[in-house]
């Protein structure tokens, strides 16, 4: 397989990682990642958005990505 067909092949794994682990998240944790990472909301507008408090954002957020490494680090770590 030459380099470029290996590159999009390894791509298109590791996405598919990152959706399945974006499932793995809890509602709550999924509108959190969504609003501070694809709508760029700071943490004090995406805890509006959503109707929590900015410090109940940051622990799911922190939660969240947590969980979001961790999937990422297993998958680095298989052969």
Same mark, same amino acid.
């Given at each position: 397989?030459?380099?470029?067909?290996?590159?999009?092949?390894?791509?298109?794994? $590791?996405?598919?990682?990152?959706?399945?682990?974006?499932?793995?998240?809890?509602?709550?944790?999924?509108?959190?990642? +969504?609003?501070?990472?694809?709508?760029?909301?700071?943490?004090?507008?995406?805890?509006?958005?959503?109707?929590?408090?900015?410090?109940?954002? $940051?622990?799911? +957020? +922190?939660?969240?990505?947590?969980?979001?490494?961790?999937?990422?680090?297993?998958?680095?770590?298989?052969?």
């Amino acid at each position: 397989m030459d380099e470029n067909a290996q590159e999009r092949l390894e791509a298109q794994e $590791l996405r598919q990682l990152v959706h399945r682990a974006m499932n793995e998240l809890s509602d709550l944790e999924f509108k959190v990642i +969504e609003s501070r990472y694809q709508y760029k909301k700071s943490p004090g507008q995406a805890a509006y958005r959503i109707g929590i408090t900015r410090e109940e954002l $940051l622990e799911l +957020e +922190e939660s969240a990505l947590d969980r979001l490494r961790s999937a990422l680090t297993k998958w680095q770590r298989s052969p």
